[in-house]
């Protein structure tokens, strides 16, 4: 058997230190200025100014319209508003600040990572997981947007790490309960989907045990209670249970969907071959990796359960975006890499050692490609261009402040103008709740900018047009025009 270790046990972890320290640097060096017009940020930042500034938690100012509730829910939990509001207390709305928070997280995260595979792979393989998840150009946008995505990855691997050193078996004990819980609510309140982590160590436990240990009682109590109390203290509500549909549709759109996103990891831009080719390479592989995962002594563990729990929730979750997929990536590449770990122990050394070169040399002419595409200056069409900001300094000094505002992206708004504001429903007349909502202040972009407020163009507009008598137009910039509407 082939060893796994190629350099001393210290060596590893300080090439692990090294390879650590180059993608913090590469990622913090390249934040580009602004911020999409990504609008969970919006409520993220409304949540940790609220924390810092002792306001109750929820009431951020943006309305929840039930008729349009892929937005977002009234409130979000509070694992990530709690990492920003030290950064609100000392220097206020500093995007780049917040965005290098998101950054040391998700380094945060590859060194969990690290830890939970070398010990399955090997440090050289364990090593190449880390590099070619966070060199990822698709992961690399993610670090632009303020949002809850990389602080997950890392409480999500911290909780299964911690599971994954415990047996979870009958051997379990009430105090290994006592630390695993609280670390399953962690990732709770950062973002909702880490409640899969509760059927990720029943699933374990009943596989191992075969019957309800001590331990799984206790773990269950005590994760229900925590959340219970976060769920009360702050009035969080995550995820709408309306967005999820256990139908067949549902799934197999979703499996159809996201695995059009899994292959744009792995795209060479306008080379559709050699996509297809690099692509189908890693899913071999993975499905390789996986079969002899469940055929070997230990079987099914702790990282393929999650995988599988938490790929099972995004395919009944209506809303498919390819940051959904970021946590079950790292498993996906790990089980490719024990799939080719497998196959390299049955052909000759120098045979493997080529193959292994030229599928790293793939995936690095991969990435530059993308990286080639890429925008690396200031984000076009920020939310704090000039143009919007101005939209938001005549709101904030010509409007009253019980005004309720109706908006695309109802919740910059409200963080720029301390305002009440509402989206609308995409259908025709905007939906009965803006109607009974009756906004006082409308705004509307002249454009669809890079498709965020194409939804303006084919329903706010028309609306606007069929009630023209009821508006007076009482300011405009090149990009938006702000009405005020008589119901």
């Not at 909780?159 to 990732?187: E, G, K, N, Y």
């Not at 050699?274 to 692509?279: D, K």
């Not at 454009?447 to 329903?459: C, L, R, T, V, Y």
Request: hydrophobic share 50%; aromatic share 14%; charged share 15%.
């Amino acid at each position: 058997m082939r060893t796994r270790f190629w350099f001393s046990p210290i060596g590893h972890w300080l090439l692990l230190t090294v390879l650590l320290l180059a993608i913090f640097l590469f990622y913090q060096r390249t934040i580009r200025d602004g911020h999409t017009w990504d609008d969970d940020a919006a409520q993220y930042i409304l949540h940790a100014r609220n924390i810092a500034e002792g306001r109750d938690y929820a009431d951020t100012g943006y309305i929840f319209n039930p008729q349009y509730a892929n937005l977002g829910p009234p409130a979000y939990p509070p694992g990530f508003p709690l990492l920003l509001a030290p950064i609100w207390a000392a220097r206020g709305l500093d995007l780049n600040a917040m965005k290098i928070l998101s950054v040391i997280c998700f380094v945060g995260s590859l060194g969990l990572i690290y830890g939970l595979f070398w010990r399955r792979l090997g440090a050289v393989a364990a090593l190449t997981l880390v590099g070619v998840f966070g060199f990822c150009p698709t992961i690399w946008q993610q670090k632009e947007f303020i949002g809850s995505d990389f602080p997950f990855l890392l409480f999500a691997y911290l909780a299964v790490l911690a599971m994954d050193h415990f047996s979870l078996d009958t051997q379990s004990r009430i105090r290994d309960a006592i630390l695993i819980a609280p670390l399953i609510a962690i990732a709770y309140s950062v973002r909702t989907a880490g409640l899969v982590l509760l059927p990720v160590v029943a699933c374990r436990s009943l596989l191992k045990s075969r019957r309800l240990s001590p331990f799984l009682l206790v773990t269950v109590l005590l994760t229900v209670a925590f959340c219970g109390a976060e769920a009360l203290w702050m009035h969080s509500i995550g995820a709408s249970v309306s967005l999820f549909h256990i139908h067949p549709g549902t799934i197999i759109r979703n499996i159809w969907s996201y695995g059009v996103l899994l292959r744009s990891f792995w795209s060479f831009g306008g080379h559709a071959t050699s996509s297809w080719l690099l692509n189908g390479l890693i899913a071999a592989l993975a499905l390789i990796g996986f079969a002899n995962q469940v055929r070997s002594r230990e079987g099914i563990g702790i990282v393929e359960i999650f995988a599988i729990l938490y790929t099972a929730m995004l395919l009944i979750y209506a809303p498919v975006e390819t940051r959904f997929l970021y946590p079950v990536i790292p498993i996906y590449v790990g089980l490719a890499l024990k799939g080719a770990e497998d196959i390299s122990a049955r052909i000759p050394a120098r045979l493997a050692t080529a193959a292994g070169c030229s599928a790293l040399a793939m995936v690095s002419l991969c990435y530059a490609a993308q990286y080639r595409q890429l925008d690396w200056g200031p984000i076009p069409g920020s939310v704090l261009d000039e143009d919007f900001v101005q939209v938001a300094d005549f709101i904030g000094s010509h409007t009253a402040d019980n005004e309720v505002l109706l908006f695309r992206k109802p919740r910059f708004l409200a963080l720029l103008t301390g305002r009440k504001a509402a989206t609308y429903a995409h259908v025709p007349g905007l939906g009965s709740f803006v109607r009974n909502l009756r906004p006082g202040i409308i705004v509307a972009a002249t454009s669809s900018g890079d498709g965020s407020f194409a939804s303006d163009g084919a329903f706010l507009w028309p609306f606007l047009r069929a009630r023209a008598g009821s508006l007076q137009v009482i300011y405009t910039t090149p990009g938006y025009s702000v009405f005020r509407m008589r119901w």
